[in-house]
């Protein structure tokens, strides 16, 4: 089953504020789009999103990006979503899948770092493969990034922080910065305004 039909299956339009259109193609400008969403549903989690191929390839990180190179955070992969999705921002109904309040946690454009003799290797190539090296130029984060199956068996990957600049194992952003970067307010109040 594809991605995308995955993601139809799981929601109902007349019932989700969640975007169900795949019709976008690009996102605005030329750079590709990240986004990194809070998600309130069954646990507290991250949505970690990039645009490639006309989609939002997404993961779910449960304990939310990292800027301490030392650690490895857990990404499980979840289907693709439409790039309409970076802009969503709001409350998936009690009886819909996912359930719970959606912030817009940090969002910007990132640039592909994934070379193979010394030519960059297409980011499409490189999710295909497992091993993924983005330059991230966030709102909250910002600097090198590496997405990486854990093995060959297995489905689930990595989300690991380059010792770069932006490097910083004191900051913790996940519990430091908790408003949206589209509206500023914090899931709780996104929750009491969109309820």
Not at 66 to 75: C, F, G, N, V, Y
């Amino acid at each position: 089953m594809s991605s995308r039909k995955s993601y139809m299956e799981k929601r109902e339009p007349d019932e989700t504020p969640e975007p169900v259109s795949f019709d976008k193609q690009k996102a605005n400008g030329n750079e590709p789009i990240f986004v990194i969403q809070k998600h309130d549903a069954t646990k507290l989690h991250y949505d970690f999103r990039l645009e490639i191929d006309g989609t939002l390839k997404s993961w779910v990180i449960p304990k939310g990006p990292s800027t301490d190179p030392s650690e490895k955070r857990l990404a499980v992969p979840v289907e693709d979503h439409p790039l309409e999705y970076a802009e969503f921002e709001g409350v998936i109904p009690e009886d819909q899948y996912g359930a719970g309040t959606v912030m817009i946690w940090d969002r910007g454009t990132y640039r592909n770092l994934k070379k193979s003799e010394n030519r960059e290797l297409p980011v499409e190539k490189s999710y295909d493969k497992g091993q993924i090296e983005v330059f991230l130029e966030g709102e909250k984060i910002s600097g090198g990034y590496a997405l990486f199956k854990t093995n060959s068996t297995d489905e689930n990957w990595l989300l690991v922080k380059t010792d770069d600049e932006y490097a910083d194992a004191r900051r913790n952003p996940v519990s430091t910065e908790n408003k949206s970067v589209k509206s500023g307010r914090t899931l709780q109040e996104i929750a009491k305004q969109e309820s």
